[in-house]
Nanobody, 117 residues
Framework: QVQLVESGGGLVQAGGSLRLACEAS????????MGWYRQGPDNQRELVAQ???????NYAAPVKGRFTISTNNAKNTVYLQMNSLKPEDTAVYYC???????????WGQGTQVSVSS
């Protein structure tokens, strides 16, 4: 079982920055992929960024060049640094942990990010 606790959301003006953090209850090296997803007003949950246990990263097109995902293995924590925020980034952001064997997804409780214009 993996428990994830997010923090760092809030209200920011367009052009501003926020950093989200997600602390896992297990060592990150035991998780195949950590990721951030978001769910906006349309209620569709979409991938924002992922990082594998090997350090490979993947970003959704709308956030590429603005957001950065990183990990601190000593703290079992994954971060999402969000710069140049836009109103369309407004959403609830969820931390995700994926283990491939057996395949299972774990989710945090979500943290609200609101960007005003």
């Amino acid at each position: 079982q993996v428990q994830l606790v997010e923090s760092g959301g809030g209200l920011v003006q367009a052009g501003g920055s926020l950093r989200l953090a997600c602390e896992a209850s297990v060592r990150l090296v035991s998780i195949d992929t950590m990721g951030w997803y978001r769910q906006g007003p349309d209620n569709q949950r979409e991938l924002v960024a992922q990082i594998t246990s090997g350090g490979s990263t993947n970003y959704a097109a709308p956030v590429k060049g603005r957001f950065t995902i990183s990990t601190n293995n000593a703290k079992n924590t994954v971060y999402l640094q969000m710069n140049s925020l836009k109103p369309e980034d407004t959403a609830v952001y969820y931390c995700n942990a994926y283990r491939g064997f057996p395949p299972k997804n774990y989710w945090g409780q979500g943290t609200q990010v609101s960007v005003s214009s």
